[in-house]
Antibody
């Protein structure tokens, strides 16, 4: 059974850093595209970043500030978030794409809340 | 980027009725790569439909997706109590992937 478990959220000050983790089970993470999607309080969903092998992708608002990476020995993907801003406040979900063509999000973790505030 | 506009913002219906949700794209979605998700309060989104019309594993057949190009529809027939939730559309045919703002289906 595919499972994704996020951790690492919490309160950070503007300009600060956090590292989110997404531990995968039921599949080998390095063989799949893994994504981060966020949802600000009361708002819609926003794609943040994707990793496919050595290729990484980011939404414009986080380029240069966020870095997606993975540790195959731990079957875990990370999102290093630096220079945090108030507008980064959101629930962050990791998601695995499906196999039916294209990068749609078939499996989701339960999410981890990031709050950026002084 | 492709802007997805969902309508209506809120749909008030009774159990047993049919819900029709619209998702319009600002430009054609390549390969009709359009997905729908259901989200309940405090929960992660759940995949319903991908590729505009393919139901995800375990999704009841009262959920159906249709459309192509710039216009897509999610139809929920015979609404069950557990169907009252927020529904998001998502295009993944054009980069970057984008989501609509969501449609809330509430009990009338």
């Amino acid at each position: 059974e595919v499972q994704l478990l996020e951790s690492g959220g919490g309160l950070a000050q503007p300009g600060g850093s956090l590292r989110l983790s997404c531990a995968a089970s039921g599949f080998t993470l390095s063989n799949h595209v893994i994504n981060w999607v966020r949802q600000a309080p009361g708002k819609g969903l926003e794609w943040v970043s994707s990793a496919s092998g050595d290729n990484t992708y980011y939404t414009d608002s986080v380029k240069g500030r966020f870095t997606i990476s993975s540790d195959s020995s731990k079957n875990t993907v990370y999102l290093q978030m630096n220079s945090l801003r108030a507008e980064d406040t959101a629930v962050y979900y990791c998601a695995k794409i499906g196999t039916g063509g294209g990068w749609y999000f078939e499996y989701w973790g339960q999410g981890t809340l990031v709050t950026v505030s002084s | 980027e492709v802007v997805l506009t969902q309508s209506p913002g809120t749909l008030s219906l009774s159990p047993g009725e049919t819900a029709t949700l619209s998702c319009r794209a600002s430009q054609s979605v390549r390969n009709n790569y359009l997905a729908w998700y259901q989200q309940k309060p405090g929960q992660a989104p759940r995949l319903l439909i991908y590729g505009a019309s393919s139901r995800a594993t375990g999704i009841p057949d009262r959920f159906s997706g249709s459309g192509s190009g710039t216009g897509f529809t999610l139809t929920i027939s015979r609404l069950e109590p557990e169907d009252f939730a927020v529904y998001h559309c998502h295009q993944f045919g054009n980069s970057p992937p984008t989501f609509g703002q969501g449609t809330k289906v509430e009990i009338k």
